[in-house]
């Protein structure tokens, strides 16, 4: 009896759900029939639209936006770049968790809105909270990580819902730092400065490390001292003069930056031997935009639309015979995945290793590293632990 009891419960069941599929089945076939019925007409090609409600199949993207504020003005503007990976969470007016969504390689961290759908994050009317998490260091330039925005309720429009307007865009400073190494037997003295002015000096033992925050004035920095005198205009961004040596860039010498914008005008391009006059080994061009949600692709190209990459993360070599300045260089880790990973940056001339720093990165930002080296002839790029080494705005005399 149980047996035909069990069986019984089994037909019934496909059958129920034999009727449920053909039904999904005729109703699909009747609104592609409509819908045929409606292309057919040629009346209906620019017809205007009579009956104003929400759409039941339709959504909207809901933004919060946010840059990398190089000049640090709290206003996005033509210096600054749109910021990937940058994690902003929803609240209602309760306080209760909505939503996370991490900023696109675009800068905008989408949260979907429709009263008619029901896994989109805004679907009732009410006041919201966008809350943007700045990362340990930096800061919000415009006070306004945390924004509240109404929504009401928008019968008429595509998705039932509009609100007084969106966040205004968040820009992120990051904090800066200088750091490096001195040689064993050597002793300088470091002035930071800004505006002409001596805003911080510190004298640097032999054999020492140092990193120390920078002001928010700061925009150069002079080492002098035991033959490593040297002068460079600080960036928007942490810097690392590496291991201190003799032998500097001289300050008057012609620099030339290569940002790779002028490899190629498509997506991606190995950059070829004969770039700039170099030898380039494992290094490719890449657009900003060529890749989803890769933080620091996006993040890590300071200038133009293009940067290079280390290929799958492999060893990465450029050069020539002909000695030639290293200056500077911008390091980015490719991946939030990554944050932390290190870079080996060695510095060769001839057969001589002059140079050998490893320098902390990050998906979020890059680290300006200024070897400020007057005479090599091969740079070698790789990671610890083997992934990409993204690569902007290098800084040579050639």
Known sequence: MLDIALTAILIASGLVLTAAALLVLLLRQARERKIARRRANPANDYAVR?????????????????????????????????????MVRLFDERGVFVKAARSNNGGFANFTMSTKRRRTALRVPGLYRFSVSVPPGWRASGANANQSIRLYAAPESLVG??????????????????????PATTRATLSVMGKGEVLESRTLAPGTSFRFDLASGADAVEISGDGLDRRLALSSYPTDLGLLSPGSVAPDAPLRTIGFDDVTKRSLRKVPCGHAGLDWRNLNAMSRDNTKNSEGYVNGNVSGDHFAYT???????????RP???????LTAAWLACEGEIALVESWLGEELLRSDEIVLSALTPCHYAPMLKAVTRVRLSTRHHWQLVVDDLVLVL
């Open 161 to 182: 819902l509009a609100g007084d307007g969106l966040p205004t865009p968040v820009g992120l400073v990051p904090g800066r730092h200088l750091a490096g190494r001195m």
């Open 50 to 86: 009579t009956r104003w409600a929400p759409s039941t199949t339709s959504t909207l993207n809901f933004s919060s936006f946010v840059y990398l504020d190089v000049d640090g003005d709290g206003k996005y503007g033509l210096a600054d770049r749109p910021m990937a990976g940058i």
């Open 324 to 330: 030639f300045g290293f200056h500077s260089v911008m």
């Open 311 to 321: 290929s799958s993360g492999h060893p990465a070599e450029f050069g020539r015979d």
